[in-house]
């Protein structure tokens, strides 16, 4: 929890004392600018796994090496069926797992949903458009995405699809559908299977760019203009499984990418570089693409440079010295572990004597109430991002003088015990701009009693900014910002006796130092751990600490 009441200098502030020196690069150097591509998944080793019945896709878009088997199995034989259609390049990758669903088993590709009739013998396309239909998506699928609304045939009026003359007739108004579009028509009609693979035409539209057939099973594009979808004039295939995905039409539990397999000859290797107590530490791992959990907690790997890492927090209560973080793979195959050593430095902090807390203040400082708002934080900050959303340093949200730090300890009259403060507090004038720290996604807007007015901020890979006692918020859940954009103004909400901002920083769910990531030196965006572990090396034995903040 935190402690945001020296928004106007409303603390008595005293030095108790500096412990380890961290040891810091010049403030210019602060600021160099980094390249985009810092974190990114070059470094991964291959993702795919191959054997003669099973196939592991890493999953598209993501950085993080997760993705989704494709198996021949007794149930269903989706690997046969999918090489058999074309393999990546008909039907993309895989986007889900295995489901169950009204007796029929399914898998989900970029470009189609396969489905298995349980004791069947072959795989289908399911009738994924029709499906979109029944949900009530015409209208977004219109706007969003060109595909032409489903209209019924004045000329199937009367006919029973059950009925096998009646079929044969509707099948043939359906076809009439083609003629409108040669070079569609030869595409569909040149595939044997394409009463099962696309289902029957259901409607046309030329939209100008680009004219598209809506099939019961797929959407069939030919563009018409260069560089901005498909090849110009050719008869393609629309990511139909993705847009089932992004309307909701798939469970969401079977969307959940799997980690790699352990595959043989894997190893698990890993270093970790020294941190101090209330920061993360970088752990360096190889030899395996598998993903990793570090100290029983799900971590999601990313690329500095060469190297595949894993980001970890340090309680702020850790102990000096030196620990141990015990490393499993997690997912199909053998558990491999591994040991690695960090070096836990001692937290720099300061002690302050709050003054003035009476009246309606003295109710915010009730445990309950600070448990309450506590409980509805971690609730917004517990999804984890599977792919990084910030590639650079953070930068300060405002620009004003730091009134207090991560870690400082607080009396006040109200309490026993000594209050930890777990972020840090900006001075500012009401109405200030709140510029977000880093890229990302809002998770959440609040309005909470010891925070105030709330704006928390997903950077992905369980990494999370919560910025505090806004008087106005200027975005809302779900926007996506770049770093800089305004998301608020400062205010003076919830427990706060002055204007400031307080901004925290999150690592799955732990409070850490927001210094950690304003810092390029502090997680080494960019620089492979060997040269890092260099210039460790190369530090002064005894730095000079930094000059008391006033």
Known sequence: MHFGLCGRGRCRRRRIHLLAPVALLAAALLLIPQP???LSTGCL?????????????????????????????????????????????????????????????????????LQWPIGGDRANYANTVDWLGRIGADTDLYAQRQVPFYFPLAADRGLDPADPEDFA??????????????????????????????????????FGPVRVLRSQRQIIQVWNVPGIGGPVGQAVLANTGDIAKEFGLLPESATDPISPPVRPGDALHAAALPARAGSPTLVEVSGTAAQVRAAGNPTVSFCIGDSQHLLV?????????????DLETIGAGPVLAESVRVEIEELEYETYELVGVTGDLELLFDPEVEAADKA???????????????????QAPVPGRVTAGFGDRRTVALREEMLLHLGIDYAGDLDDPILAPAPGTVAGTLDLVIYGRTVVIDHGLGVFSVLAHLEDFSVEPGDRVAAGDEIGTVGSTGRS??????????????????????????????????????????EPADPQPPATVG
């Open 497 to 538: 006796t002055g204007p400031h901002l307080h901004w925290e920083v999150h690592v799955f769910g732990i409070p850490v130092d927001p210094n950690s990531f304003l810092d390029p030196d502090s997680l080494k965006f960019g620089v492979p751990l060997a040269d890092r572990d260099a210039e460790l090396e190369d």
């Open 169 to 206: 007739h509707i099948v043939q108004n359906h076809l009439q559908l083609l003629a409108v579009d040669e070079v569609i028509r030869e595409f569909f009609l040149k595939e044997p299977r394409w009463l099962e693979l696309y289902g029957l035409p259901v409607s046309y539209e030329d």
């Open 45 to 113: 080793p291959s993702l795919e796994y191959a054997a003669a019945d099973e196939h592991f896709f890493a999953q598209t878009g993501s950085d993080t090496g997760l993705g989704f088997f494709v198996r021949d199995d007794a149930d269903a034989r989706f690997l046969s069926a999918f090489r058999a259609g074309g393999g990546e390049h008909a039907l993309g990758y895989p986007v889900s797992r295995r489901f169950l669903q009204d007796g029929f088993i399914y898998q989900a590709f970029q470009k189609a949903i």
């Open 313 to 325: 927090p340090i309680p702020v209560d850790q102990e000096p010295g030196a620990t141990t973080l």
């Open 376 to 394: 509805a934080l971690q609730e917004t900050v517990a999804p984890v991002t599977l792919r990084p959303l910030f590639a650079e340093p953070f």
């Open 36 to 38: 985009a591509a810092a």
